[in-house]
Structure formats: structure tokens, C-alpha cells
């Protein structure tokens, strides 16, 4: 099938940031959030990366008036009634992701494609919650969005091999790098990445190292961009909690149990960059 309309869910950074690379790729896009705030904001982020682009020489001005004018914004899912794609990236909460769905499920025609940006729950679940579970899949964007070449494609369960093809080539031609995953927790990318940010939290709890020296070691030893600590502060704390309890129920392994320290962070309201403090003070 052919996908021309895109619909994104979610005002917030990676819904944005979505929006912004389907628009500057020649897509119609609507994004979709209750709070105009949000959109409000989220026009103006979009604005602010695209010139930044500009600024960098990654993007022509031209596809800034592009972008732009693809670009359109409402508070209502009704709006998503001729979509050909519909992408969800709210709040990481199983519930409130399959009560959306089902909202946009009935509002949709039958040939729109329904995917999550879920960074760790089952799609086959939600695929499960739906009319349409062969045409549901989750599409894992990396952040930032429209800087970063990764994204996971998982298939559901129940994916088909069209819904699947259709979402690889818009992913292709996003110029994006797609990866096929099955719908296991935490997919690739989490399920590798937050044991390790986990265990780096551990050797802070256990009086190892200081934070700083545990960031150092991954960034000079490893030649990591940034280190864990670092990182976990940018994707938040209780983003990071989040996933490890979906990896241990999930798998019922205890290696991937959430270090104490974390969870008391996460309890004292520390989430990282977002409130101004975690490992680091912002």
C-alpha cells in the first residue's frame, strides 16, 4: 500500500520530533495532541530544530517552507480519519496506549496502519486490543528523532507481511535505517542498552566509583558519545525504571532487577534532566 498521510500522537519530544522528519520528507502530517500547549510547543521545537539543521548545512531552506506547509496540527484523533499511518508516542502506559488505539482504531479506515513508538511494551497486546491487529506494528524511534538513522520495526504477532513492507519503505524513505525485531521485551535496542545503564547505577550504589568516573571510563574506555549516568539523566530515571520492570516481569530473570538506588531516585522525584536533578544537577 501506499502511505501519503501520516498522523503522530503526542506532542511531546519524540512526537515532534517524528512529525518534523516525516514533514521534511515530503509526507502530509498531522500531528495530534489534546493540550494546544503542547502543539503550540511543539510547532515552535520543530521550527527551532529545522534551522538548526539550516544552521549545520543538513538542510535546504527550501525544505523548511516544505515542511512547513506539510505540516498541520489538531487536538481531536477524529482528525486521523484519513490517515494512512497512524504513529502513538505518548506516556509509556499500556492502558493508556490500548485506549487511544481503540479510539483511533474506531475512527480510522480500515487500511491505516496503527504503530507505537513504545520503547519496551508488547505490541502484541495492544495489536490484540484492536480490529485491525494485522495491521498494527511498532515503529521504535531513536532520540533525537530527526538526528538519529535507527528505527526498529517490531512485528506484532499477528503484523502482516504487507503491513510490515509498507512501514519498512516509509522507514527507507524517512532515510532512515530500519531493523526487524520481534516483539520481545525491551525489543533490541532497550533490552541491551538499560542492564547496562542499570549496572552502572550499581556501581554507584555500591560505592564502586563516583558517577563522574563511571561516565569517563564508558566514554574514553569504550569510546561511548556519552556516559551512562549521563545518559540515563537525558532519557529520565523513571523512563529507565520503567523498562527495567518490563524486562524482569517479562522475562522473570532476576539479572534484570532495577537497582535499589534507582528506585529510590525515581521515589524522591529525581528523573534527570527533565526536573533538574539525577546523577547530575541541571
Request: proline letters at 5%.
Given at each position: 500500500?501506499?502511505?501519503?498521510?501520516?498522523g503522530?500522537?503526542?506532542?511531546?519530544?519524540?512526537?515532534?520530533?517524528?512529525?518534523?522528519?516525516?514533514?521534511?520528507n515530503?509526507?502530509?502530517?498531522?500531528?495530534?495532541?489534546?493540550?494546544?500547549?503542547?502543539?503550540?510547543?511543539?510547532?515552535?521545537?520543530?521550527?527551532?530544530?529545522?534551522?538548526?539543521?539550516?544552521?549545520?548545512?543538513?538542510?535546504?531552506?527550501?525544505i523548511?517552507t516544505?515542511?512547513?506547509?506539510?505540516?498541520?496540527?489538531?487536538?481531536?484523533?477524529?482528525?486521523?480519519?484519513?490517515?494512512?499511518?497512524?504513529?502513538?508516542?505518548?506516556?509509556?502506559?499500556?492502558?493508556?496506549?490500548?485506549?487511544?488505539?481503540?479510539?483511533?482504531?474506531?475512527?480510522?479506515?480500515?487500511?491505516?496502519?496503527?504503530?507505537?513508538?513504545?520503547?519496551?511494551?508488547?505490541?502484541?497486546?495492544?495489536?490484540?486490543?484492536?480490529?485491525?491487529?494485522?495491521?498494527?506494528?511498532?515503529?521504535?524511534f531513536?532520540?533525537?528523532?530527526?538526528?538519529?538513522?535507527?528505527?526498529?520495526?517490531?512485528?506484532?504477532?499477528?503484523?502482516?507481511?504487507e503491513?510490515?513492507?509498507?512501514?519498512?519503505d516509509?522507514?527507507?524513505?524517512?532515510?532512515?535505517?530500519?531493523?526487524e525485531?520481534?516483539?520481545?521485551?525491551?525489543f533490541?535496542s532497550?533490552?541491551?542498552?538499560?542492564?547496562?545503564?542499570?549496572?552502572?547505577?550499581?556501581?554507584?550504589?555500591?560505592?564502586v566509583?563516583?558517577?563522574?568516573d563511571?561516565?569517563?571510563v564508558?566514554?574514553?574506555?569504550?569510546?561511548?558519545?556519552?556516559?551512562?549516568?549521563?545518559?540515563?539523566d537525558?532519557?529520565?530515571?523513571?523512563?529507565?525504571?520503567?523498562i527495567?520492570?518490563?524486562?524482569?516481569?517479562?522475562?522473570?530473570?532476576?539479572k534484570?532487577?532495577?537497582?535499589?538506588?534507582?528506585?529510590?531516585?525515581?521515589?524522591?522525584?529525581?528523573?534527570?534532566?527533565?526536573?533538574?536533578?539525577?546523577?547530575?544537577?541541571?
Amino acid at each position: 500500500m501506499t502511505i501519503k498521510k501520516v498522523g503522530v500522537l503526542g506532542a511531546g519530544t519524540m512526537g515532534s520530533g517524528i512529525a518534523q522528519v516525516f514533514a521534511c520528507n515530503g509526507f502530509d502530517v498531522l500531528l495530534v495532541d489534546n493540550q494546544e500547549t503542547q502543539l503550540e510547543q511543539a510547532l515552535a521545537k520543530i521550527d527551532k530544530s529545522i534551522y538548526k539543521g539550516i544552521e549545520r548545512g543538513v538542510i535546504s531552506p527550501e525544505i523548511k517552507t516544505i515542511a512547513l506547509a506539510n505540516l498541520k496540527t489538531s487536538p481531536s484523533l477524529e482528525a486521523f480519519a484519513d490517515c494512512d499511518l497512524v504513529i502513538e508516542a505518548v506516556t509509556e502506559s499500556e492502558s493508556t496506549k490500548i485506549a487511544l488505539f481503540q479510539g483511533i482504531d474506531r475512527i480510522c479506515p480500515e487500511h491505516t496502519i496503527l504503530a507505537s513508538n513504545t520503547s519496551a511494551i508488547s505490541l502484541t497486546r495492544m495489536a490484540a486490543a484492536t480490529s485491525r491487529p494485522t495491521r498494527f506494528m511498532g515503529m521504535h524511534f531513536m532520540n533525537p528523532v530527526p538526528v538519529m538513522k535507527l528505527v526498529e520495526l517490531i512485528r506484532a504477532l499477528q503484523t502482516s507481511d504487507e503491513t510490515f513492507n509498507a512501514v519498512r519503505d516509509v522507514s527507507n524513505a524517512l532515510n532512515k535505517t530500519p531493523v526487524e525485531v520481534k516483539d520481545f521485551p525491551g525489543f533490541i535496542s532497550n533490552r541491551i542498552l538499560m542492564p547496562m545503564i542499570n549496572e552502572a547505577i550499581f556501581t554507584v550504589y555500591e560505592d564502586v566509583a563516583t558517577i563522574e568516573d563511571v561516565d569517563t571510563v564508558l566514554k574514553l574506555g569504550m569510546n561511548h558519545p556519552m556516559g551512562p549516568l549521563t545518559l540515563a539523566d537525558m532519557i529520565g530515571l523513571d523512563t529507565c525504571l520503567f523498562i527495567m520492570n518490563v524486562l524482569q516481569d517479562g522475562f522473570k530473570d532476576s539479572k534484570y532487577r532495577p537497582c535499589p538506588l534507582l528506585q529510590q531516585m525515581v521515589d524522591a522525584g529525581y528523573l534527570g534532566k527533565k526536573t533538574g536533578r539525577g546523577f547530575y544537577q541541571y
